[in-house]
């Protein structure tokens, strides 16, 4: 049974473009959550959602920063006209069940580099 | 609103010798609580959780934790530590579906 899976590992962006950060989750999970990780810092929840909606965005900043989750296809998490602030890493976890924090499964991240 | 202090931000600490990471939070409502480890350039893996039920918690890699509640602490031991333990180490509480993390203390293990 394959982990939550997230590519790429590694990001390098220039100020300006946009970052497609992908995860998929494990099999049989239909909750996927998004976390960011500055440099020594605890992670900092983002957003919460499920296949086609998203439950909660209360931890997303209200500029430049999307996500989704398809019926189909992995959950991307997009950053328009990245900024050198976004330099972070970002993180992936998915679960089973309903708002289940315990049964979060975490991925590897992907190290976004703003240059 | 819940919080999570980790005390201490480094500790190093001899192979095979006793280890202690701090953890006290903050909430005014029953929480979980969590302690995960995260190796270098690699996603974070539960430890272990206390749900309800007993204080004193085992979780993996002969790490446990025991939950006091009148000190709101929720600290992290392991007996005999080894060097492959080195690593950071994050506390989080959460009040429902959403953990609130601790800044992490990265366990040094000298040989």
């Known amino acids: 049974n394959a982990g939550v899976m997230q590519n790429p590992r590694h990001l390098v962006r220039r100020r300006g473009q946009e970052a497609r950060l992908r995860c998929s989750p494990m099999?049989?999970?239909?909750?996927v959550y998004w976390y960011r990780q500055l440099p020594e810092e605890g992670l900092k929840f983002m957003v919460y959602l499920q296949k086609e909606n998203i439950i909660d965005e209360s931890g997303m900043p209200k500029e430049r920063f999307s996500a989704e989750f398809p019926k189909e296809g992995p959950s991307i998490l997009r950053i328009q006209q990245v900024v050198r602030g976004d330099s972070a890493a970002y993180f992936c976890?998915?679960?089973?069940?309903?708002?289940?924090?315990?049964?979060?499964?975490f991925g590897p991240g992907t190290r976004l580099t703003v240059t | 609103a819940q919080s999570v202090t980790q005390l201490d931000s480094q500790v190093p600490v001899f192979e095979e010798a006793p280890v202690e990471l701090r953890c006290n939070y903050s909430?005014?409502?029953?929480?979980?609580l969590f302690w995960y480890v995260q190796y270098p350039n690699q996603g974070l893996q539960l430890l272990l959780k206390y749900l309800s039920g007993s204080t004193l918690v085992k979780g993996i890699n002969g790490f446990e934790a025991e939950f006091n509640k009148s000190q709101t602490s929720f600290h992290l031991r392991k007996p005999s530590v080894h060097i492959s333990d080195t690593a950071e180490y994050f506390c989080?509480?959460?009040?429902?579906?959403?953990?609130?993390f601790g800044r992490g203390t990265s366990l040094i293990v000298h040989p």
């Open positions: 099999k049989g999970h239909s909750h």
């Open positions: 909430s005014s409502v029953s929480v979980y």
């Open positions: 976890a998915s679960s089973s069940r309903d708002g289940e924090i315990y049964e979060q499964y």
């Open positions: 989080a509480v959460s009040e429902g579906y959403i953990p609130t």
